[in-house]
């Protein structure tokens, strides 16, 4: 075999999960297929949903498990806030709390969750505190009922932020709630198996909206995601 045919590189279609629409996200060139696993690929929520230019401000990660063919399927490696739009949402004479600690899924996976909350003017520690334990408290009972994919869309369309606030704006005055980033902790070699073939389901509320303007629209092009070493 020459060195031309070892360099030849083969172009992997990387798909997104079920639960955000199994659509393709990004296309990676690779020398060997199977050494794709690990890599990390970053899409914003507006790749994902095309609905709302707003949700550019949250970036998602997917880990690619395995590889197919010329067809890489990934696992919601978490998300996050840009900075950017962090920064924006700090003002003077406001409070900001954060929340961060780990919590168990349904299907055995480990996620560290950060929670984030503005408020509309000062507060006190107590007030802070009490602000985390009703995170805490949400986070705690709902987590470990939901599968990874159901938090994934949970945490990322804002019903978990939505929660915390119904019941946070008791002790104060609020601004914004967020879940502002997610790490998904379980190492690659103990999670489950991926289970194929991929088919396009579990999308609901927006993200559904989102799939069936793109189905109406015709054909999308593939988005380049941005691929980042494990």
């Known amino acids: 075999m020459?060195?031309?045919?070892?360099?030849e590189k083969v172009w992997l279609t990387v798909y997104a999960p079920p639960y955000f629409g199994g659509s393709p996200i990004a296309t990676i060139p690779t020398s060997r297929p199977e050494s794709a696993v690990g890599r990390v690929v970053e899409v914003t929520l507006y790749?994902?949903?095309k609905l709302d230019p707003s949700q550019y401000v949250i970036k998602l990660y997917f880990q690619?498990?395995?590889?197919?063919?010329?067809?890489?399927?990934t696992r919601y490696k978490g998300h996050?806030?840009?900075?950017?739009?962090?920064?924006?949402?700090v003002r003077r004479g406001t409070s900001m709390v954060n929340?961060?600690?780990?919590?168990?899924?349904?299907d055995g996976l480990d996620l560290r969750v950060y929670v984030v909350v503005f408020t509309q003017y000062r507060i006190n520690t107590s007030r802070k505190h009490a602000i985390r334990m009703v995170a805490h408290n949400i986070l705690q009972a709902r987590v470990p009922e939901m599968t990874l994919g159901q938090y994934a869309q949970e945490a990322v369309?804002?019903?978990?932020?939505?929660?915390?606030?119904?019941?946070?704006?008791?002790v104060a005055?609020?601004?914004h709630v967020g879940i502002?980033?997610?790490?998904?902790?379980?190492?690659l070699e103990e999670r489950p198996p991926l289970e194929l073939p991929y088919q396009v389901g579990g999308i609901s509320g927006a993200q559904g909206a989102g799939q069936q303007r793109r189905s109406s629209a015709g054909p999308e092009p593939v988005i380049r995601g941005e691929v980042i070493a494990p």
Request: no cysteine.
């Open 180 to 187: 502002r980033k997610t790490k998904l902790l379980t190492k």
């Open 64 to 73: 690619i498990e395995r590889v197919e063919g010329a067809e890489a399927y």
């Open 99 to 106: 929340w961060i600690h780990d919590y168990r899924t349904k």
């Open 80 to 89: 996050e806030y840009t900075v950017e739009y962090l920064n924006s949402l």
């Open 2 to 7: 020459s060195a031309r045919q070892k360099r």
């Open 47 to 49: 790749d994902l949903l």
């Open 173 to 175: 005055v609020l601004r």
């Open 157 to 170: 369309l804002g019903r978990l932020a939505s929660e915390i606030h119904n019941e946070a704006k008791k």
